[in-house]
Structures are given as structure tokens and as C-alpha cells.
């Protein structure tokens, strides 16, 4: 069966640090992939997804950037934290378009 | 543009009453899919039900039930005779055919006191 992994957990973070979350998904091929974030305990927004290696759509300008080195490996960077970038961010997995998303259970971001 | 209202933002019932949480969207797709989610407190997201946009027969599963329908753009979701444990966020979203987005509408805050 497949899951999905995202880590850590919970991250507390200096202003101006760098991030790395990642997410990797076991169990399927060629997955579409997602990165969510949701603010305030309320609506997700979608910030980047990707159908396949090396492509990556951008939903919002701002200051975070994603990676998909391999096939079922999804990583979301910034090179300089902000404090708006707090939240909570949620990797999704999905096989074909139209085909409900999977979600990792989250990384509850504080940047301080 | 896709879009996906939930006006209710909170709810609050005492558990066994019946609830409806309401989901309107709006799509210019003929071939669109819809979904439900929930998050209890732990965060994760969790899959309740996908539909498409061909298909508008309502669905039961155990007390949960949907209602689709075309002609007012909705897709409301009943829990039946609720529990404690029903307590969560809500979340209807939205997926055009054309495309691989899920865009969420704002969620409802569901409580079921005892």
C-alpha cells in the first residue's frame, strides 16, 4: 500500500534561517505532488505542485521554493525565513489528475 | 477560476442531532471532481469522499451522507445522529478536470459536545 512521509514533525526557526522539509511517498510511481500550507488553524493554500522530476508549478509568489530530485521525493526550501512564513505545511500525494490527494501529517512550522 | 465557499465557519451540536455542512463552488469545467476531508486535532488530513462531476447520486456510508447537485452547484455533507468524535474541520474542495489542483474551500469547525 502507499504511504507517505513527511518530516519533522514540528520545527521552531530563527528569522532569516534556512528550511528544508521533505517529503517522500513509498508504495507508487510517477505520483503527482503537492505542497500545502495552512495558516491559522484554516483554509490550505497551494503552493507548489509537481507531475513528474525536475518540474515544478508555482501557485503564489513568495519566499519558499520546492525540489523533486526523484521520482517520489518532494522537498520545500527557503533560503532566508520570514516570520509570515509560520504555519502549518502539508505534503499530498495523488495518482492520476482528478483523483483525490493523500496527505503526509503535516509540519507545524514556527518561525520566531 | 475555481473557487470553493464554505460559509458555515463553525458549528456547534450536542452529539446524536443530525448536522449539514454546506459546500457551494464554482467551475467553468463540464468535467470537474469533488472531495471532502477531514482534520481532526491531530492535523492530518483525512479522505472522506471524491465525486465526479457525471455522477449525481447521493452517497451513504455508515452516517455519513452527500448530497451533489448540479443545478445549485452544491455538495453537502450530513452527519447523522453525530458523536463527540465527529469534532473536526471540514473541508470540501475541488478539482477541474483539466488539471491536478485540489482547491480547498475554508473549512467548517464542527464541535459535537457531549
Known amino acids: 500500500s502507499q504511504t507517505i512521509h513527511q518530516w519533522p514533525a514540528t520545527l521552531v526557526q530563527p528569522v532569516g534561517s534556512p528550511l528544508s522539509l521533505e517529503c517522500t511517498v513509498e508504495?507508487?510511481?510517477?505520483?503527482?505532488l503537492y505542497w500545502y500550507r495552512q495558516a491559522a488553524g484554516r483554509g490550505l493554500q497551494l503552493l507548489f505542485y509537481?507531475?513528474?522530476?525536475?518540474?515544478i508549478s508555482s501557485e503564489v509568489p513568495q519566499n519558499l521554493s520546492a525540489s523533486r530530485p526523484q521520482d517520489r521525493q518532494f522537498i520545500l526550501s527557503s533560503k532566508k525565513l520570514l516570520l509570515s512564513d509560520s504555519g502549518f505545511y502539508l505534503c499530498?500525494?495523488?495518482?492520476?489528475?482528478?483523483?483525490?490527494?493523500?496527505f503526509g501529517s503535516g509540519t507545524q512550522l514556527s518561525v520566531l | 477560476a475555481q473557487k470553493v465557499t464554505q460559509a458555515q465557519t463553525e458549528i456547534s451540536v450536542v452529539e446524536k442531532e443530525d448536522v449539514t455542512l454546506d459546500c457551494v463552488y464554482e467551475?467553468?469545467?463540464?468535467?470537474?471532481?469533488l472531495f471532502w476531508y477531514k482534520q481532526p486535532p491531530s492535523g492530518e488530513l483525512v479522505f472522506l469522499i471524491r465525486?465526479?462531476?457525471?455522477?449525481?447520486q447521493n452517497e451513504i456510508s455508515g452516517r455519513y451522507s452527500w448530497n451533489f447537485q448540479k443545478s445549485t452547484s452544491s455538495f453537502n455533507f450530513t452527519i447523522t445522529a453525530s458523536q463527540v468524535v465527529d469534532s473536526a474541520v471540514y473541508f470540501c474542495?475541488?478539482?477541474?478536470?483539466?488539471?491536478?489542483?485540489?482547491?480547498f474551500g475554508e473549512g467548517t469547525q464542527l464541535t459535537v459536545n457531549p
Open positions: 499530498a500525494w495523488s495518482g492520476r489528475q482528478g483523483e483525490e490527494l493523500f
Open positions: 508504495g507508487t510511481s510517477n505520483p503527482n
Open positions: 509537481s507531475v513528474g522530476i525536475g518540474q
Open positions: 467551475t467553468r469545467d463540464t468535467t470537474y471532481y
Open positions: 465525486r465526479n462531476s457525471f455522477d449525481e
Open positions: 474542495a475541488l478539482s477541474e478536470g483539466s488539471g491536478s489542483r485540489l482547491t
